[in-house]
């Protein structure tokens, strides 16, 4: 309690000048701080448009290298790879294959953009006729086996090593995925790899727009038994702690926006760099409300990755990432 005899201050926020609030400001945000998404797909020359994320497209590997290229300049240094192949099956191989889609993007990223950090995305419902993120047991109430999807992922990790990438993100919410991978890497020569882990990866309705980006809705049923339930968070924090246990360096919170509580709980808890996945759903909304008008499409984007950082999170995936660059350098 402030005592009555305490000095009368004049509040001085309202005289403080643009330079003095950039001296005092508390956050920062950088473009380095941010990870660009590309989605891969067969062909050349392609910039096919993402119908429900304005601004966004399927790239061919030709035009991803001059993405990643165009990033690289605005001081973005990372990207993360979404494949979209030529055919897809009920194991989802090319994600395993060593032509596969993504392995040939990061082959020729790496060899045009070497600086640039190269992140896999690891999950398989991009790669699976089903659409769902790993092996599914057939009968009458078909589900997805754990354990056989491990052995794939372990496979799927050690091509993308292989190409080059640099970071291994597996995406798909399976048990002992984080563990699988660090095991298969270090057995296979790849100590140094990192692992970015979707610890905290919720079932959430923000994705809709990337099952467009990805073409990868499944074609039966949800992925809720795979994913977080959005009404927990202290599961959220188990989740991290079991990832970190077996070898993640980095952790995620996926969406970003409407799980800004856990992104500053992982943060607090955890001495681990946090990153925090800013969807497609979140993005979508501000495009379709700046188009309306509603709102300044410029200082939306930069207020809500400032928002992300101040919760905590050291890295953003945003599809914002390559705009909001281009006003942080100017």
Not at 32 to 61: D, H, T, Y
Not at 233 to 250: F, K, N, Q, W, Y
Request: proline share 5%; aromatic share 8%; with cysteine.
């Amino acid at each position: 309690m402030i005592p009555d005899n305490f000095p009368k201050i004049r509040p001085r926020r309202l005289r403080q000048s643009q330079k003095i609030r950039e001296l005092f400001s508390e956050t920062r945000l950088s473009s380095a701080n941010l990870i660009l998404p590309l989605f891969i797909r067969p062909g050349k020359n392609i910039r096919k448009p993402i119908s429900s994320m304005p601004g966004q497209f399927q790239l061919s590997i030709d035009q991803a290298v001059k993405e990643a290229a165009e990033c690289y300049k605005l001081g973005v240094r990372a990207v993360i790879f979404f494949g979209i192949p030529a055919a897809k099956d009920n194991l989802g191989s090319e994600a395993y294959a060593d032509d596969g889609i993504i392995q040939q993007a990061v082959r020729a990223i790496k060899s045009k953009v070497p600086s640039m950090t190269l992140i896999t995305d690891l999950c398989f419902c991009e790669y699976t006729s089903h659409g769902h993120c790993g092996v599914v047991k057939s009968g009458k109430d078909p589900e997805l086996d754990n354990d056989a999807t491990l052995n794939l992922i372990a496979k799927t990790a050690l091509v993308q090593a292989k190409a080059g990438s640099d970071i291994i993100a597996p995406s798909g919410m399976m048990d002992g995925a984080v563990k699988t991978i660090r095991a298969a890497l270090d057995a296979n020569g790849f100590k140094d790899k990192i692992i970015m882990a979707y610890s905290a990866k919720y079932a959430s309705s923000f994705y809709g727009p990337f099952r467009d980006a990805a073409e990868s809705p499944p074609s039966f049923g949800d992925r809720k038994t795979y994913q977080m339930d959005f009404r927990n968070s202290h599961e959220a924090l188990r989740e991290v702690e079991l990832d970190i246990r077996e070898g993640a360096d980095i952790v995620m919170v996926k969406p970003a926006l409407a799980y800004l509580d856990i992104v500053s709980a992982v943060k607090q808890k955890f001495n681990v760099p946090v990153a925090a996945y800013n969807v497609s759903g979140e993005y979508a909304m501000v495009k379709a409300a700046a188009k309306s008008g509603w709102i300044d499409e410029e200082k939306i984007i930069l207020e809500i990755l400032t928002s992300i950082r101040r919760a905590g999170a050291d890295l953003i995936l945003t599809y914002h990432a390559k705009a909001i660059a281009k006003k942080l350098s100017a």
